[in-house]
């Protein structure tokens, strides 16, 4: 089977990519999990539309006794998987979805990381804001931090959505759906220098973007994910860094200094509020703060 020239498979990924809107990103990790199974499925003589339960789970012995995988990576996996076979049930392609009928591995739920605020101006202060590159840098540090936006909403981030007297941003996030981002006086102080002096030295092909590269075109998801990368590599900080952990970064602040859960679910931008629940963890500092402001006999009256 040759699985790049697979009509019905190239008819998924541009389903996910117009109908579910889908970032780049995000069906890039759906493909090479989806052609992981059929590369195995092609392997052991099966076609990838008569497959049976059986044959799922010799696939994921082998994904755990082979290849080694943890259980959150096989969850993922399946999860892909079942996405992917829900659309050839609907299409009438298979009768059912066969990977319903599927349970992934127990995995350990995992609290979001992220940085304490003394690490988030480490890093804030490695940018060089002589140059434009650093004016960028520092500009996509702080906008990250302060709107809480996902990386794919950053970078289709236009100059033409800011509106800088009322400091909001105008972006369109998961399933087409607009919302605005509220920044802050650090984040306006370097997007009106950027926006002045950088912005003007990147921007030579005249575009409408607000983060560009080098040659002056619009900054992918991964170009922003390498900037950090090279940022945190001149701290002191030892943690990996990604823009998702700085947006938990911003919901964590957010709610240890007292802000409403529902406020934050609106400032992420998420649909339902079991999506920001995850978010409740509070710094064990914050706990104790809490506790001996509150609790009546935690201190002595002098």
Avoid: W
Avoid at 26 to 38: G, M, P, V
Avoid at 41 to 64: P, T
Avoid at 268 to 294: M, P
Wanted: hydrophobic share 30%; proline share 2%.
């Amino acid at each position: 089977m040759d699985i790049k020239n697979d009509k019905i498979i190239n008819d998924y990924y541009d389903y996910l990519k117009y109908q579910k809107n889908y970032s780049e990103y995000t069906i890039s990790s759906y493909k090479n999990d989806i052609e992981e199974f059929l590369n195995y499925i092609n392997s052991e003589g099966l076609n990838y539309l008569k497959i049976e339960y059986s044959d799922i789970r010799f696939y994921l012995m082998y994904l755990k006794n082979e290849k080694k995988d943890n259980n959150s990576s096989i969850d993922r996996k399946l999860s892909a998987l079942r996405g992917f076979y829900k659309y050839l049930a609907n299409e009438k392609i298979v009768p059912t979805n066969i990977f319903s009928l599927v349970n992934g591995p127990k995995k350990s739920k995992k609290l979001p990381r992220y940085f304490d605020y003394s690490e988030l101006e480490e890093l804030f202060n490695i940018p060089d804001i002589n140059t434009p590159l650093g004016q960028r840098d520092s500009l996509l540090l702080e906008m990250l931090y302060a709107t809480g936006c996902r990386v794919g909403e950053l970078v289709s981030i236009k100059v033409a959505d800011i509106d800088l007297g009322r400091r909001s941003i105008l972006v369109t996030g998961k399933g087409n759906k607009e919302r605005y981002l509220t920044y802050g006086e650090y984040c306006e102080d370097i997007l009106n220098k950027y926006l002045e002096d950088g912005y003007k030295t990147l921007n030579k092909n005249s575009i409408e973007y607000l983060f560009l590269n080098n040659n002056g075109t619009k900054l992918t998801e991964r170009g922003v994910r390498y900037i950090l990368d090279k940022i945190i590599k001149q701290t002191g900080i030892n943690k990996n860094i990604s823009p998702h952990m700085i947006r938990h970064s911003f919901a964590t602040h957010l709610l240890n200094e007292g802000c409403d859960l529902l406020t934050v679910q609106k400032l992420l931008g998420h649909e339902s509020i079991k999506a920001t629940q995850i978010y409740t963890h509070v710094t064990t500092d914050r706990l104790k703060e809490v506790y001996f402001n509150t609790f009546p006999r935690a201190k002595k009256d002098d």
